[in-house]
């Protein structure tokens, strides 16, 4: 079945950088879709950015300039590369794919940006 398992979370100054990585197996990982989305405490989960399998992005309005997603079709991983971190960008960070009528989760990475 789909596994999405994320990586490089952690606690960060205001200003600095992390590079999340979510490793998928169990699909086709070039034909799909991927993206990151993030719930803060309180908060509905939102979509920060997501990558097509022609490496077309998009992002939320919140983290243009800040955030590049990226893919790496050769290790199955998609990562996203956080630059300019701000208190309001601390999360639990999802990786996230779908199949047909199926959403699969990854069990998500905390983010956590100090002023």
């Known amino acids: 079945?789909?596994?999405?398992?994320?990586?490089?979370?952690?606690?960060?100054?205001?200003?600095?950088?992390?590079?999340l990585s979510c490793a998928a197996s169990g699909m086709f990982f070039s034909i799909n879709a991927m993206g990151w989305y993030r719930q803060a405490p309180g908060n509905q989960r939102e979509l920060?950015?997501?990558?097509?399998?022609?490496?077309?992005?998009?992002?939320?309005?919140s983290v243009k300039g800040r955030f590049?997603?990226?893919r790496d079709n050769t290790?199955?991983?998609?990562?996203?590369?956080m630059n300019s971190l701000?208190?309001?960008?601390?999360?639990?960070y999802y990786c996230h794919t779908s199949r047909g009528r199926n959403d699969y989760w990854g069990q998500g990475t905390q983010v956590t940006v100090s002023s």
């Open 75 to 81: 290790k199955n991983t998609v990562y996203l590369q």
């Open 48 to 61: 920060v950015a997501v990558i097509s399998s022609g490496h077309s992005s998009n992002y939320a309005d």
């Open 1 to 19: 079945q789909v596994q999405l398992v994320e990586s490089g979370g952690g606690l960060v100054q205001a200003g600095g950088s992390l590079r």
């Open 86 to 92: 701000k208190p309001e960008d601390t999360a639990v």
């Open 68 to 70: 590049t997603i990226s």
